[in-house]
């Protein structure tokens, strides 16, 4: 209740429009009926002064819009009598209005919760003891500490021996990567299960994560904004509008012709049949798992002819998968799989969980470990069944097996080695394989008007090569920054641009692109809040989708305004000769009003989806899921 009490103070114009519609329904029903039109007259005209004002400047800055045609229209019904049309009208302009105040303010809010989730402290060593300071506090030279599983505060060097580190959120790379003294951490990323010490090479300001936030605000700031559909008729209608009216007052020399065709050009088509369209349209979206966060979003992936992707998580899964199995003569690939699994229960590196599942999926009995120790970043030692077991990487196993010796891999591919009682057993390759549907996802929006692709990853560029070659993806980057992403989407010729991505590391490319749409389902949530629509199912093929409803919506969406404009028209030049009377004219421009929004609502699509799914059973699963 607070809250809504909270909306309604914010917006009080609203509000207010809708207290007065409720007083006139009052006065109406009490007998006070005459008061209703002076009433609703009286305010509707003066929220066009106000909005008259705002007017007058955005024209002085040279843009013209649907608040000439709002304002126009409040004047011209009131002056007919239409006093119940001038309240709608004022209804739907304050009410759009106070739409896109509250999206803005929600952006900014989100915006500041990313940059909540910053670091607050590091532990800075001073005199062999450990000091917690703010963040901000910390300097080039610093010595801090890392505790396991923390977010490395600032940008800098790692001190200790070796350490490994999740930098998915910064870079995109779902594998964990190992670091040796002297090798550069990124603030932003998560250490492993080792406490380890670093020198902070940067301020907190000048670091990775804080220069992430940095750019989503700044790329946001900087996004031009979308001119409406409807603003483009809006000029030209009113225009003509007032000029037929005009002429047919001039001719006949009655100013009742002149209200007799202007009641004929309330702007319905274009206050009403565009915003039902698009709310259809989103609506449509929605239905089909993608959050579009307003119509503007919708005109853009209508025109949209390149897109982007980030790799990890997007194009491929983001989890490591058993690809491989290579076992040595005298074991079998099932009974290696069944060690490695057991002893990786034991494990708490992140291609644990994978060997598990694979086992787990082949039905294979785990056996619980007499004795197990995991040595952090490089394996797992267990006794299992009286053997000794070892899982980890080439250099660890071959410690304790010298006749180990390493496998081809192939690029994005990560192996594990194993040893049993003292002798190479053989070899497993796990890998972040391609989605299922990438393919056929960039196929789809080629289809569609969408012929030029990119990839922007972290991922070394031998990994990034290979993903685009099995894709077909024309353009790469690799090893990329988030300062790289949105320097390479500002530099693409083609656009609109969408940006396809979901981890932190793309919220300021998705906050740059024309259009930013992240994958929500497991992704970061600043991509989320950075981005203009937001795909709710792990499934990438929802781009497509996106696109092929912001297609269908424009196109409605134009129908509709040249439905509406085509029929008032020829009713207004019919009006010219004084063959309509305003009454009559009016009633008739109700008629016209409900066949736009009728042919507008047809944006929501539900049999199309629903005939697209009976075609396609694998994407109604999906979309059941």
């Known amino acids: 209740m607070t809250r809504v009490v909270r909306v309604a103070r914010r917006y009080w114009v609203v509000t207010l429009t809708l207290g007065v519609g409720l007083a006139g329904m009052v006065l109406a029903l009490t007998g006070a009926g005459a008061a209703v039109p002076w009433l609703f007259g009286a305010y509707a005209l003066a929220v066009a002064a106000w909005q008259g004002v705002g007017m007058v400047r955005d024209i002085l800055r040279g843009h013209w819009g649907l608040d000439v045609l709002a304002v126009t229209a409040i004047v011209a019904t ?30 900014k809010r989100e915006l500041d919760a990313l940059l909540a989730r910053a670091p607050q402290y ?138 007799e065709v202007l009641v004929l050009a309330t702007p319905c088509p274009l206050l009403i049949a565009a915003p039902v369209a698009f709310i259809g349209g989103m609506s449509r979206a929605a239905r089909n798992g993608i959050i579009v966060k307003g119509g503007g979003v919708l005109e853009q992936l209508a025109k949209a002819r390149t897109a982007v992707f980030d790799k990890t998580g997007t194009l491929t899964h983001g989890e490591p998968e058993l690809v491989a199995i290579r076992p040595e003569p005298g074991f079998d690939a099932d009974g290696l799989l069944a060690l490695v699994a057991s002893a990786e229960q034991y494990s708490s590196h992140v291609l644990a969980a994978s060997m598990i599942e694979a086992a787990t999926g082949r039905g294979l009995r785990l056996t619980e470990a007499e004795t197990a120790r995991e040595a952090a970043t490089n394996g797992v030692v267990a006794r299992i069944g009286g053997r000794e077991v070892v899982v980890g990487k080439y250099a660890y196993v071959l410690e304790h097996a010298a006749d180990a010796r390493r496998t081809e891999i192939a690029p994005g ?61 024309e353009r790469v980057r690799a090893e990329c920054l988030p300062a790289d ?11 609109p641009v969408i940006m396809v991505g979901d981890g932190v590391n793309d919220a300021p490319v998705l906050a740059a692109a024309d259009v930013g749409i992240a994958m929500g389902a497991r992704g970061a949530t600043a991509a989320s809040e950075s981005a203009d629509a937001v795909i709710l199912v792990d499934d990438v093929s929802r781009t ?73 059973p694998s994407t109604a699963s999906v979309a059941a899921r």
């Open 544 to 616: 497509a989708k996106a696109v092929e409803i912001g297609r269908d919506t424009v196109r409605i969406a134009l129908q509709s305004i040249w439905l509406g404009i085509g029929v008032s028209v020829g009713l207004m030049i019919v009006a010219a000769f004084g063959l309509i009377p305003a009454t009559a004219g009016a009633l008739l421009q109700e008629v016209v009003d409900l066949a736009t929004i009728l042919a507008a609502l047809r944006a929501i699509g539900g049999r199309r989806d629903a005939a697209a799914a009976a075609a396609s």
């Open 485 to 495: 992403k949105v320097r390479e989407v500002a530099e693409v010729p083609e656009r």
């Open 78 to 107: 009131v002056l007919v009598g239409e006093y119940i049309a001038a309240l709608i009208v004022v209804l739907m302009l304050t009410g759009g209005e106070a739409l896109e105040d509250y999206a803005n303010r929600r952006a």
């Open 413 to 473: 591919e990560l192996a594990v080695y194993v040893a049993v009682d003292g002798a190479y057993a053989g070899a497993l390759l796990a890998r972040d394989r391609l989605r299922d549907n990438a393919r056929d996802t960039l196929a789809r929006l080629d289809a569609l008007g969408v012929s030029h692709t990119m990839m922007l990853t972290g991922d070394g560029q031998a990994t990034a090569d290979h993903i685009a070659a099995e894709l077909g993806i």
């Open 122 to 259: 590091a532990h800075r060593i001073v005199d062999d003891h450990f000091v917690d300071v703010a963040i901000d506090e910390v300097r080039p030279g610093d010595v801090l500490l890392v505790r396991p599983s923390e977010i490395v505060p600032v940008d800098g060097t790692l001190r200790s021996v070796e350490t490994s580190m999740d930098q998915s959120s910064i870079t995109g790379e779902s594998m964990p990567v190992e670091k040796h003294a002297g090798d550069e951490l990124l603030s932003g990323s998560v250490n492993g299960h080792l406490a380890v010490e670093m020198t902070a090479t940067a301020t907190a300001a000048d670091s990775q994560y804080q220069q992430i936030v940095a750019l989503v605000a700044e790329a946001a700031a900087s996004k031009a904004p979308v001119v409406r559909l409807a603003d483009r008729y809006a000029v030209p209608f009113t225009a003509f509008s007032l000029l037929l009216a005009g002429v047919a007052w001039w001719l006949s020399g009655d100013p009742v012709r002149f209200a």
